[in-house]
């Protein structure tokens, strides 16, 4: 299912479902709070942005907005 914004042009083809722990959710919402995300859901991209960074699969990039987060660069 793909969802469009004309002012972000955000195209995401694929929905990821996952089950967490309360503790796993509680980290997650923690983090979305510290960092003044918009959503779960761009919180837990954000983590997997920097997780892929983290195993060299992607390069941290600073600077953007949360509405600009997404797992891989360009997406």
């Known amino acids: 299912m793909a969802a469009d914004r004309n002012n972000g042009n955000l195209a995401r083809g694929e929905r990821l479902q996952i089950m967490l722990s309360p503790e796993e ?6 983090f979305r709070f510290k960092h003044r995300m918009p959503s779960r859901a761009a919180a837990v991209r954000e983590l997997f942005r920097l997780g892929l960074a983290g195993a060299g699969f992607v390069q941290q990039s600073d600077g953007k907005k949360s509405s600009d987060f997404g797992v891989l660069d360009g997406q």
């Open 25 to 30: 959710l509680t980290a997650v919402d923690d």
